[in-house]
């Protein structure tokens, strides 16, 4: 077994400590490895700088760097500016200190990703936010991190507005993509092109990234600045192999550490270009992949599989790269798209906690059903139910160790991801022989459905709001298109009756409650719920009977 490389530890520059204070114990971290040399980051590393001030540097600054359709094209240095000058405003203007946490809200942007180097150059803590999550999920994420600041898309302000009654801590808010006189981009115009930058530990935390469980109570995982380099040296350097003229572009928001990643660290961190795409559906992409001839794809299998019927009527020859995350790639789904492309799909798995892919393969080695194995920099098995390794070929679950790992914020659910020093994800694999990985199911009620996490729970809290509504469980139903979609099954109050009108008015409902994605795509009225004698609801005999329901269906 690989032993954990021995890092020092920097001088914080957080004069806010919070999120120092409320990491978990040391002694319930995981263990971490730094056994490659480049993983071995100085005391004190700001990433921003690291990814930005030095590629200028080091010669990169005429380089394209950020683009986008409609004619931006950002080089290193004009990027480089532009987040400088938001850092200004941050600390000049709008008084963050080093560690106060920055709520970042709006789609893939050029305008996104700058704030994104400003905040993390300032010495603030990211806490970025999907665009569709409405005020009931941003409050909860507020005041689970204390956010302190906010930089908001003023196209997306609204959600924000009804929130910030009971966000107590959040004190001051900006606007960027506007025109407005007291908006950040007017603000930024008065500030200058240079910033010294926060000199921040390579142990401060940078980002805090969101992820709902199985309760539907979100979860804040905590990644420090090394964290930010150790993803972006890895996967893109041993597995991706990307190099200088590749350009990114896919559909993943920059808010999911699998945007973040895909689409902003890594090309910045090898020299090559990101095209940010607003509204990144698969049509949208195969005619931006056509017009602006990028390399690299990163997206979700569903994606791929949509793309891949309508990929004919698109000139893709540009791409070489494309990456699939977020949820298990089926074999038919590879098979579609290198029938349509000629492109093997690089598949891997990730996690929010582990904050990128640690299991993966290279494009020349696929194996059809298989992830791959753990990349340079990670090691990975599979346990049984107390902890032991199993041999090739028993199921169990997955655990990796690398040099990113699991912190989540003042959460008891620590102790049910990190066992034994290892990260367990909550995925049941098998290991063949030759050390690959082959992925199984989810061990918990998440629902993956288009490579969306949505907690079954969070979509019954919803429904349960809606007057009609007795009582609910939601579950994931086997679907060809996405893989998974949310099911719910509903118990209606006494003498309402079962309809389609019924159905679109409960699914409108969860809509107007969290975020539109999550809401049941079907809906079936019962009677009643298994439940256990104590009352405890067994959603595994739900799932049992929509799995017999797919094989009946398939076999018929």
Known sequence: MTTPTAVNSGRSAHVDTF?????????????????????????????AAALLDEAVARGWGDRPAILAPGGT?????????????LAHVLVDDMGLR??????????????????????????????ATMPLLRAKELTDIVNKARVTHALCDARLVDELDRARAQCPTLARVALFQTDAADGVEARAAAKPAAFANCDTASDDTVLIAFTSGTTGQPKGTMHFHRDVLAAADCFPKSTLRAVPDDVFTGSPPLAFTFGLGGLLLFPLRVGASTLLIERPSPEALLAAIAEHRPTVLFTAPTSYRQMAGQAPSFDLSSLRKCVSAGEALPAATRRLWKDATGIEIIDGIGSTEMLHIFISHPDTQARPGATGRAIPGYVACVLDEVGRPLPAGRSGRLAVKGPTGCRYLDDPRQANYVQHGWNVTGDAYRMDEDGWFWYEARTDDMIVSAGYNIAGPEVEGALLAHPAVAECACIAAPDDERGAIVKAFVVLKEGLVPGDALTRELQEHVKQSIAPYKYPRA???????PRTETGKLQRFRLRQMEEQRAREGRDA
């Not at 978990?24 to 004190?44: I, T």
């Not at 106060?100 to 806490?127: E, T, Y």
Request: glycine residues 6%; hydrophobic residues 45%; aromatic residues 12%.
């Open 19 to 47: 999120a120092r204070d409320h990491l978990p114990p040391r002694d319930a971290w995981p263990e971490f490895l730094f056994d490659l040399p480049e993983l071995r980051y100085p005391p004190q590393t700001n990433c």
């Open 73 to 85: 094209r950002w080089t290193y240095a004009e990027l480089l500016a532009r987040a400088n000058r």
């Open 98 to 127: 080093p560690g106060n946490r920055v709520l970042l809200r709006g789609p893939n942007s050029p305008a996104m990703a700058a704030c994104w180097f400003a905040i993390v150059k300032a010495g603030g803590i990211v806490v």
């Open 523 to 529: 809906v079936e009225y019962v009677e009643g719920l």
